[in-house]
Structures are given as C-alpha cells and as structure tokens.
C-alpha cells in the first residue's frame, strides 16, 4: 500500500537506472565517410527552379484561420 503513494519516484528511479544501463551497454561503431575532395556538374545543366501557383491570403482570410 506505502508503494503506491510512492509510484512517481519509483518510476523516475527506474527510468533513471534503464537509462543507466543503456548508456553503458551500447557499442560504438566506427564512423566511416567516403567523400569525393571536388564536387563536379555534370554538363550544363540550367539551375532547377521551383514556382508557385497559389495566390496569397488576405488579412481577413488569415484572421478567419486562427
């Protein structure tokens, strides 16, 4: 009965240790990149650009959204 007034601090406190024990049974693995030194275009290819249909909402219709 005394443990279920104390079920809040029991929880942290095992929460706490499951943390613990994770942290400390974990293995790290190498970290490994393969990077290219020089980033290089493919022939001439124009910049892609992205344009947007959508008209702009007014004061009022923004208003009627909140």
Same mark, same amino acid.
């Given at each position: 009965?005394?443990?279920?007034?104390?079920?809040?601090?029991?929880?942290?406190? /095992?929460?706490?240790?499951?943390?613990?024990? =994770?942290?400390? =049974?974990?293995?790290?693995?190498? @970290? =490994? /990149?393969?990077?290219?030194?020089? /980033?290089? /275009?493919?022939?001439?290819?124009?910049?892609?650009?992205?344009?947007?249909?959508?008209?702009? @909402?007014?004061?009022?219709?923004?208003?009627?959204?909140?």
């Amino acid at each position: 009965m005394n443990a279920l007034k104390h079920m809040e601090a029991i929880f942290v406190i /095992v929460a706490g240790v499951a943390l613990s024990v =994770t942290f400390a =049974t974990t293995e790290t693995k190498p @970290l =490994t /990149v393969a990077a290219d030194a020089v /980033v290089t /275009v493919q022939g001439d290819a124009p910049m892609p650009v992205v344009t947007i249909a959508a008209k702009r @909402l007014t004061a009022a219709e923004k208003a009627a959204l909140i």
